[in-house]
């Protein structure tokens, strides 16, 4: 296992006596994107401050890259941040003049980079033009182009998906998929739950300053359920697999999580040669929206003190896509 | 560093409120030299050119120049969280009292550049007085500006000069100040306001004869004493910057954005 780009370890941030995070731990490893969701108010925006090394944690640690943002301002060479919705820039100086700066402030970048960025984002037309003519998804481009500008080995990026059209969208979570791909670990908070689903591997869901769920997206997005006529012999059979991660009886059904790709033929096969009928076989598509309102509603029951536990994992948050 | 503040200096250029004094400055030492009400309110008529950059030094310290460095200080800061590139910048591998102390030095020339176009323009202004040696004085030295017979031009220039340059001096802690403030209140009008009104308590402070000489206040007025005394406000000056230096370096050091 890699070293973790950003560790987190029970981070606490209190304004005055109020909590705001509450002992939050979650490691972000290299390639990895994670996303931080939550309603309005949990706290994504302070976690991204405080692991970007803007505010001061009350209890608890950031590390990244291994080093203390705070105490090794150097490691920051190794991040790209968008921290503000929209991204600030200079409003006088040009797109190609802001990305200058923030190469200077970088300790130098290339111009040929500076180009390159501005072209990925599809702001080269815009590059001479004053910043404070920009609409609010180019500065949020020229935002992420700017993170992008020294090849970063950490993304951070709150809200990245502001005020932006769909096509703009598009190309942010291209550049992020890609930028991740390459072994950037990317750390984001943000409320479009779909944009988490298409392109995040882990997702942590906060709530008033807690972290309550984390959700393994790799696990997530592949779950069967099969109808057979012995349900609790075939998922007997099904927990013995290697490439099943998890398989629980529910009803007629066993509902399983493979750890491969391609493990219909595999499933049925063994199932008839333990003379298993099978009636159904279908694949579920993991409903993070419907997982998430679940997952915070609960909490808040709980809190209210009418929370009945339920598995999460195999309940609920899956819709059937028939 | 020396990147920062190249970038600082280019961005103190662009605030408004470095337009807002450049205008002031030029207008005020034209309006002035040629003010019909000169006499009735200061009791003497100007007669070399020389007198009007005196007087307006006389005229503008307690008050207007003060307050003009310390808008100029608050904004280089404020401007930085308006725009919201206060954290852009902190999140790139720049130490935060190394880019507070690029703005704190920027600010303390600041004064420096402000007097000498104040300077300038005044001197321009008073073409029509001459630049001749002439019978008064400059309003700076011991003689005031009745003077004691003809003062030569050479030594009237020197006199108003020195007068500029430890007015300029002893701006700069209201500078720091303006910065200061604006690290403790995280704005620009907070900043600027508080200075002024630490300017005007201290003010207030001289009902305590035992504190009067410590006052920032009262050193601002140290451009008209005698340069033997300067030494020890000279001292008391730095002392000034220096605290309000740290203590904004402090505070910024320790704030959540």
């Keep these: 296992m890699a070293t973790p780009s950003i560790e987190v370890d029970h981070l606490t941030k209190r304004y005055g006596v109020r909590p705001v995070v509450r002992d939050m731990s979650f490691t972000v490893n290299p390639g990895e994107v994670y996303a931080l969701v939550g309603p309005n108010g949990a706290g994504k925006t302070t976690v991204i401050r405080l692991v970007a090394g803007l505010a001061f944690p009350s209890e608890g640690a950031v590390r990244m890259l291994g080093s203390n943002p705070h105490q090794d301002p150097s490691v920051r060479r190794k991040l790209g941040a968008v921290v503000e919705a929209p991204a600030a820039f200079y409003p006088y100086l040009t797109g190609r003049g802001n990305l200058r700066l923030h190469g200077r402030l970088a300790g130098g970048v290339e111009e040929d980079r500076i180009q390159e960025v501005l072209d990925m984002m599809e702001l080269g037309n815009a590059a001479e033009r004053r910043v404070g003519v920009y609409s609010l998804g180019m500065r949020q481009r020229l935002g992420v182009a700017a993170a992008m500008l020294t090849r970063p080995e950490v993304l951070i990026l709150d809200e990245p998906a502001s005020g932006m059209d769909p096509l703009s969208l598009h190309l942010v979570h291209s550049v992020l998929r890609e930028a991740a791909e390459t072994g950037t670990a990317v750390l984001l908070s943000t409320h479009h739950l779909d944009e988490v689903v298409a392109y995040c591997t882990r997702v942590a869901i906060m709530e008033e300053g807690v972290l309550i769920d984390e959700v393994n ?105 028939r | 560093m020396r990147s920062l503040l190249a970038m600082e200096f280019a961005k103190i250029l662009r605030l408004a409120s470095v337009r807002f004094a450049v205008v002031l400055l030029v207008l005020f030492p034209i309006l002035w030299a040629y003010a019909p009400g000169i006499f009735k309110v200061y009791g003497f008529y100007l007669v070399s050119a020389y007198q009007v950059p005196a007087l307006g030094l006389l005229s503008s310290m307690q008050f207007l120049l003060p307050l003009l460095v310390a808008i100029t200080a608050a904004e280089l800061l404020g401007m930085e969280l308006s725009n919201g590139t206060l954290q852009t910048i902190l999140l790139r591998p720049v130490s935060r009292s190394q880019w507070l102390l690029a703005k704190l030095i920027v600010v303390s020339v600041y004064p420096f550049a402000v007097l000498a176009l104040f300077f300038i323009v005044s001197l321009l202004a008073g073409a029509p007085y001459g630049y001749g040696s002439f019978v008064g004085g400059t309003g700076l030295g011991q003689a005031g500006l009745l003077g004691q017979g003809t003062m030569a031009a050479g030594h009237a220039l020197r006199e108003v000069a020195g007068a500029y340059l430890v007015a300029a001096y002893s701006l700069v802690p209201v500078s720091l100040l303006g910065v200061l403030f604006t690290v403790l209140f995280m704005s620009a009008a907070g900043g600027a306001l508080a200075t002024l009104s630490v300017l005007i308590f201290m003010q207030l402070l001289i009902v305590f004869p035992g504190l009067e000489p410590y006052l920032l206040t009262t050193q601002l007025n140290a451009y008209a004493k005698p340069v033997a005394n300067l030494g020890w406000v000279a001292a008391l000056i730095a002392l000034y910057c220096a605290a309000f230096a740290a203590l904004a370096v402090v505070l910024f050091e320790r704030k959540d954005f």
């Design chain 1, 217 to 321: 997206l790799l696990d997530r997005r592949e779950r069967y359920r099969v109808w057979v006529d012995r349900p609790h012999d075939a998922r007997a059979l099904l927990d013995t697999q290697p490439w099943i991660r998890h398989a629980a009886v529910r009803g007629d059904e066993v509902v399983f999580i493979p750890s491969e790709s391609d493990v219909v033929g595999r499933v049925t096969a063994i199932l008839a040669e333990a003379e298993i009928a099978v009636f159904e076989l279908t694949r579920d598509i993991f409903d993070l929206r419907g997982y998430y309102r679940e997952r915070v509603s609960s909490e808040r029951s709980r809190r209210s003190g009418a929370w009945t536990p339920s598995d999460p994992r195999l309940s609920g948050e899956w819709e059937d896509p």
